[in-house]
Antibody, heavy 123, light 107 residues
């Protein structure tokens, strides 16, 4: 079964840091770009960051650029999001997401989604 | 950043009716547009990618069309399970972006 299982998240104070993790199974992880997409409570979807299959290409949404860092460990079938200088507006459900295209430096659409992990930033 | 505007915000229809959802981009995204369905408490599900290609396992009643700046998702005959929120997403220019969503509700 193709699956993305997410870890991390929780409640953190403004200005602090959190790290999200995601472990993949059921597909060849090192062939696909991966992404983080978030959804604030009651709101729409926002692309946060993406990383190519071999980490050669990565990018961020404007609202997190310079504060968040995406990375992956293909040997561990794992994706990470290091979130620094957290703000109240980062409060959201964060999804780990698989890209539909294999071995491509371009990002595409998202065909497999994790269960989501909630991040709440509040003092 | 490319802004995607979805309309209408809410669509009230009955089962069996045809649903037509619109997504307009602030600049051309070629055919690099996807559509997702999200039900309450669930992660989104990919329906259509590259404007008109159905994702694996998606019923034929879902179809996508358009190119450039104007796109349409059509549900030919609404089933009870189709009442949900639908989002479009572009991959033409980074950062990738989503539209604000269209809610399809039961009339």
């Amino acid at each position: 079964e193709v699956q993305l299982v997410q870890f991390g998240g929780g409640l953190e104070q403004p200005g602090r840091s959190l790290r999200l993790s995601c472990t993949a199974s059921g597909f060849t992880f090192d062939e696909y770009a991966m992404h983080w997409v978030r959804q604030a409570p009651g709101k729409g979807l926002e692309w946060v960051s993406g990383i190519s299959w071999n980490s050669g290409s990565l990018d961020y949404g404007d609202s997190v650029k310079g504060r968040f860092t995406i990375s992956r460990d293909n040997a561990k079938n794992s994706l990470y999001l290091q979130m620094n200088s957290l703000r109240a507006e980062d409060t959201a459900l964060y999804y780990c997401v698989k890209d539909i295209r294999a071995r491509d430096y371009d990002f595409s659409a998202f065909d497999i989604w994790g269960q989501g992990t909630m991040v709440t930033v509040s003092s | 950043e490319i802004v995607l505007t979805q309309s209408p915000g809410t669509l009230s229809l009955s089962p069996g009716e045809r649903a037509t959802l619109s997504c307009r981009a602030s600049q051309s995204v070629s055919s690099y547009l996807a559509w997702y369905q999200q039900k309450p408490g669930q992660a989104p599900r990919l329906l259509i990618y590259d404007a008109s290609k159905r994702a694996t396992g998606i019923p034929a009643r879902f179809s996508g069309s358009g190119s450039g700046t104007d796109f349409t998702l059509t549900i030919s005959s609404l089933e009870p399970e189709d009442f949900a929120v639908y989002y479009c997403q572009q991959r033409s220019v980074r950062p990738l972006s989503f539209g604000g969503g269209t809610k399809v509700e039961i009339k």
